[in-house]
């Protein structure tokens, strides 16, 4: 039976294989490369935070402005009815509302992103220091010639009296 770290280990490498499977789709996708090639895809590559605030945004803005496109539609059928001031008015309302749903969607794009960045580096930190701990070659006090068995001088003068190491 494998131990719970080798099973661990094996799902993980697995994940990344499909992980760098997909990115590889992306990447040589012509439309992707064409935009990478591009001013602005060298700009957002170069700022990763943005590009992330940016996609974060896209995807939280898509429903409020597929809302208001459905009111627009509406208030048009109204209009070739006869009622254009009704319309003028609704536009108007909703695109003050439009405005303010979407400045509170930069702001919560941008904190989503800060989260996002701030667990990605957590993660990663933890991963490297679990990856770079097994890797490590465990030494002990006998193969270290400069350790001693019998306490060190500072050690000494700590008492439980005192705090102060002279």
Do not use: W
């Amino acid at each position: 039976m494998a131990s719970p770290e080798t099973a661990c280990g094996e799902k993980m490498q697995e994940l990344q294989k499909q992980i760098n499977s997909v990115m590889k789709t992306i990447n040589n996708n012509s439309k992707v490369v064409a935009f990478m090639n591009s001013p602005a895809g060298h700009y957002l590559d170069e700022r990763p935070f943005l590009s992330l605030s940016l996609l974060v945004f896209i995807a939280l803005s898509a429903v409020p402005v597929g809302l208001f496109l459905t009111v627009i539609a509406g208030t048009a059928v109204t209009a070739c009815l006869g009622v254009i001031i009704l319309e003028g008015i609704v536009i108007a309302v909703c695109g003050v509302a439009l405005l303010c749903v979407l400045c509170g969607l930069v702001i919560l794009s941008f904190g989503v992103s800060g989260v996002l960045s701030v667990c990605y580096l957590a993660v990663s930190s933890i991963l490297n220091y679990m990856h770079t701990s097994r890797l490590l070659p465990k030494t002990t006090n006998q193969t270290d010639p400069d350790s001693q068995d019998e306490e060190s001088p500072v050690s000494r003068k700590i008492s439980k009296d005192s705090i102060h190491i002279d």
